[in-house]
Each structure stands twice: as C-alpha cells, then as structure tokens.
C-alpha cells in the first residue's frame, strides 16, 4: 500500500518496544498490541491483536527484509503503490494467458487452503451458518474460477465478424483487452462472493487490481489483506485499507476502470470520482425488489420460498424480495403461511437457530428498528437486550407460537399482529436478527408521511413488509411508478400471469415461481438498471467488462487500384459503387 511512501528507506524489521510503551518502525510510533486503529499521516489503518506489521506490509505486497518507506504528513498513501501497479501493467506481464491462468490458480488455492479460516470469518462477521458460507459465498467462487480457467483461451481468442464487400479482402475482428489498473469496491454483505467473483474477471481479462474490501465485515476483510496477497502477484495486486476517508481519497486518483458494489448513494459518489478522469465503471447497487403474489397459486409453498430468500443472510442480501404485493384474500392467507415457514425454519426461539445470520453494525440495527415503528408488525420483530440478539416473538395475539416480550410498548390493532417499537434502540448492539413480517399502512400506492425509510428505501434486513392491491394491474403500476429494480419476482400457477409482469415490468433480473435462483447461473448477468446499477458480471460477462472491445482491421497495402474509387475527384459512378460495397449485409463471395 502506498502507505509507505516517503523518502528515506530502510529494512522491514520486527517492532521494537519504546520506552512509553508503544512500538516503532523505522521512526514511526505505532501504538501497542491490541489498540483498534491508528493514523499514518493522513490514513486511519486498522490493527488486530498486535500484528499491524504483518498486515500493513502484507497489504503493500512486501515481505519481511523489504525496504519501505515512511510515510510523511500530507503525503499520498496511495501514489507509490499505484504507480507500482501501473509500471507492471505497462510492462506487459499481465497480457499472456499463462499469466492469467497462474492468477486465476493461485485464486483457486487461496479458497481450497483457507476455507476453514474463511467460514470462521464469516461467522464472526455476520453469523453465516456453514451452509450459507459454502453455497453463497466459497462454491459461488470457486465455480467462477473453473469456469474461467476452462474458458480463458476461447474468452481471450479475437473474435471476427461478417464483412461487406468493400472489406471482404480484410481481416475484420474484435480483440479483448485488458483496460489496465482497475479498482474493486467490495461491499459487507457477501464479503467474500461480491470480492472475489469480480475478482476473477479483472483477473482473467489481464488487468492489474487494487482491491478495497469493506471495512465493516473486518475479519473477512483481514483474511483478504493478510492471507490473499500471498497467492497472488504482489507486483500486480494490491489490497487497501480504510474507511470511507481514505477510500474518498483513493478515488481521487485515475483507474481505467472502476467496479463498485453498494448502495445507490455511494455508487453516485463513486461515480461522480470517475467522472473526473472518465473512467468507466460498473455499479451494482441495491433497489426495492418486488415479489407479486397472486391469488391463484399455493400459499404455503410461496411462503417457504419467499421467506428462505428473504431471512436468507439475515436479509442482507441485495437481491432478497423487499416487498410483497398481494391481494387482500391473499395476505390472509400468506400470513400464517408465512408464520408456519418462519417457525419450520428456525424454530420457536430463531435466537437459538444456527442458521439465522447476525445484522453486521449497531447502525444497521437500529435503522432496522426504527422501520418497525412505522406499520403494524404481524410476525416477530421484538427486540432483546441480553446476550445481543433480536428475537423473533409476539405480544399474545391470535399467534400463539411466540411467546409474550417485555421490549414492546403497545400492540396496534387486534388479530395476528404485533408490537409498535420504541424509537431508541439499546446502546452498544451489534445484534443477531429475527425473522418479522411486517403489514405497513398504505394509501392507493402512495408513501404516507413518515414512510422514506420504509419499503421507498432498501430495508436491507429481516423485515418483510406485505403491500395489499387490487388487480394485477395496480401492482404492475405500483411497481412502474418506482425505481427500477435489481429483481423482480412473481408467484402464480398462471403462466399468462408470470409472462405479462414480465412483459410489462423493467428490472435487472427477474424470477417466476422463487427467489433469487437466477443468481446461480454464471450464463446469465447480473446487474442493475436505472437506479438499481450499469453494467453486469457473471461468468464471461465478467471477462467482458473488465475488457476493452477493440475494433480491429487489418489491409494488405496492395491493390490500390481497386481502392481508388474513395479518391478524389469524386464522381456519380463512384459514389453507386461504393454504396452497393457499403451496404451491410454478409458477404460469402470469393475474390480472385
């Protein structure tokens, strides 16, 4: 990392104690074992349990006995790192396909020789079971790796096109090319996944990477600066540390391309920075994804599969179902159906399941809480204090599976729903979630006072809010009247119905009859529309969008008399000839 830049230079040496108490490297006071943070000239770095030596020089992709640099005040942490990368890149080394696969390998083996470390990791992060860690995050990776190591060759192979007649002595083709220094901006919620898979296409396209992971899922975050750099070339990979701070400041310098995953407010930020240099970037961003239910299909099957993709990673997942549309009849329906899946899933008391993931902050917590208060909570959704856990329960209503809670101040209506919360949440949680369902106030699909951080912002968490229509038609109108979607799902044992929300909806993907499936497929992209993201990876979309498309033609120097007619002085002749030449249609015919 660029950290280290500066002007005098000496080995990498083990810290020496000072006599305060503190630990010094090459004159820089770095603060004892154990202390969170600590600020290098205009960078916060973190240190974890005394090896702030290790994981620095690791991040900057040197070894111990390397010559550093310090870093002096109103320095730039980034340049020298950056321009290390770029040097490499210029140089070449990353161009040639045994380069590429040699990456995508050691890629390989960072998964297969870590694994363990990386679902404990998880686990300390956001409480993912080993279930979810594996299908949702290791195997997700891994299979883009095989994918593009089978496919390396045949992605990077010039790709001809047809020609006209007036290029058919040509050779006419697209080459993919590396962009150059790319940036990846990871996010917190699938900390390895939405990493590493972009990863692979920056990687097999030939680029040279910065990788900033997210510095709220931090013990992922300290695997991959401590332990992924050494199955990579440092010379071409680097990992950064930081807040939004320094991650500000890293955006001030030019990428040639930058990929970003998070949410719609950062992406303008991100691209806002890219605009400045013109710099191409990708951004998969959130939206409001919503799950049509119509009447005519099976209640309790929607509910298993609505509430598995919903809970699925705590609800912290980008393309999780926001909201359900349905009728009246239908949530009633729903409802309990729901409630049946909810208790089948993660039993009586979802605090003891190991299969419910942890809200990743204090701050996403308590943003969590306060949606509650704003709609009538018909499943779940209470708060408790011990042990750092919300717990899935209700006051005593018409559903008598959870058992009464002390942390609600009232119950709203009479039937099957649940506490209105305070406004606070306790000080200090960095808590486990609980499935909630939860029935808001609505108004002909308009957002009442009150509701902008209800379901017209992504609720990012373990609340399922139900918005009742009238028809097909309103919930095909509800869903126009907003931003566009990263997903879209529709439940119905009618075909015709699947098809005309398809028909008349827009979103970046889309799923009948499930939930987030689609994402399982490396054939098909993954991306955003409008609000919801530009650009998509998956598979060899990702080779393709961290790869230039060159337009390519290449012309024998010869035979100039048959390209005389473009000259000068022109002439009606001419001019008909050169038409008919142009006009774009293939041409199969055989010049002698």
């Known amino acids: 990392m660029g950290v280290f830049a500066g002007q005098q230079r000496a080995p990498l040496a083990a810290p020496r104690p000072s006599p305060e108490g503190s630990y010094h490297r090459t004159g820089q006071p770095v603060p004892p074992p154990g202390t969170s943070s600590f600020r290098l000239g205009t960078c916060k770095w973190k240190l974890w349990q005394g090896h702030s030596e290790a994981v620095i020089a690791v991040a900057a992709g040197l070894q111990w006995g390397d010559p550093i640099t310090t870093l002096q005040e109103g320095m730039d942490p980034f340049e020298d790192t950056l321009q290390r990368l770029r040097e490499a890149f210029r140089s070449g080394r990353t161009r040639p396909a045994e380069f590429r696969a040699a990456q995508l390998k050691g890629l390989g083996r960072f998964l297969q020789d ?21 299908v949702s995050e290791i195997s997700i990776s891994q299979g883009e790796i095989n994918l593009a190591l089978r496919n390396l060759r045949a992605w990077m192979k010039d790709e001809t096109v047809p020609k006209n007649l007036a290029t058919q002595l040509d050779s006419a083709f697209i080459r993919k090319e590396p962009f150059g220094l790319v940036l990846i901006i990871a996010p917190w919620n699938y900390p390895l996944n939405l990493t590493l898979v972009p990863l692979v296409g920056a990687l097999a396209a030939g680029n040279c990477v910065v990788l900033k992971p997210s510095e709220f899922s931090k013990n992922t975050e300290r695997v ?32 040639d391309y930058i990929f970003f995953t998070g949410s719609p407010r950062v992406g303008k930020i991100v691209m806002a920075a890219a605009a400045k240099h013109l710099t191409p970037v990708t951004l998969e961003l959130g939206g409001k994804n919503p799950c049509y239910v119509d009447d005519n299909c099976d209640a309790q099957t929607v509910a298993n599969r609505v509430a598995l993709f919903r809970y699925f990673n705590a609800g912290q997942t980008c393309v999780a179902p926001d909201y359900v549309l349905c009728s009246p009849e239908m949530q009633e329906r729903l409802v309990p159906a729901l409630q049946s899946a909810i208790t089948r899933f993660y039993g009586e008391d979802p605090r003891a ?89 609505l108004g002909d699909a308009a ?48 075909s015709q119905v699947v098809k005309q929300v398809l028909a008349r909806t827009s979103s970046g993907g889309f799923c009948g009859n499930d939930g987030f499936m689609h994402l399982i497929l490396a054939s098909l992209p993954f991306g955003g529309v409008g609000a919801s993201g530009m650009g998509s990876y998956h598979g060899k979309f990702s080779f393709d969008t961290f790869s230039h498309h060159r337009a390519c033609l290449l012309r024998s120097p010869g035979m100039e008399k048959i390209y005389s007619i473009r000259y000068p002085p022109y002439s009606s002749r001419n001019l008909r000839m050169m038409l008919v030449a142009m006009e774009a249609r293939s041409c199969s015919c055989t010049l002698l």
Do not use: M
Request: proline share 9%; with cysteine.
């Open 224 to 255: 991959l600066v401590e332990v992924l750099p050494r199955y990579l070339d440092r010379s071409c990979f680097a990992v950064v540390l930081g807040g939004p701070e320094e991650t500000g400041q890293l955006l001030e310098h030019k990428f």
């Open 447 to 494: 957002a009442p006072t009150g509701w902008d951080l209800g379901p017209w912002a992504e609720i990012f968490g373990p609340i399922l809010p139900i918005v009742t229509v009238r028809s097909l038609d309103e919930a095909i109108d509800f869903i126009n009247r907003r931003e566009k979607p990263l997903a879209l799902y529709t439940f119905s044992n009618s």
């Open 114 to 134: 870590n694994k363990q470390l990386l679902q404990e990791a998880l686990a300390q992060d956001l409480r993912k079971s080993a279930f979810e860690s594996e």
């Open 353 to 441: 399941s190991p299969d419910l993931g942890r809200i990743i902050s204090e701050k996403h917590f308590q943003r969590l809480r306060g949606l509650l208060g704003c709609g009538r909570v018909a499943i779940g959704g209470q708060s408790e204090e011990s042990d750092r856990y919300i717990v899935s329960r209700l006051p005593n209503t018409q559903i008598p599976s959870f058992s009464p809670s002390t942390c609600c101040s009232t119950a709203v209506t009479p039937g099957p729903v649940g506490p209105r919360f305070p406004a606070c949440a306790p000080a200090g949680l960095s808590l486990q979630s609980s499935p909630g369902l939860w029935a808001p106030r």
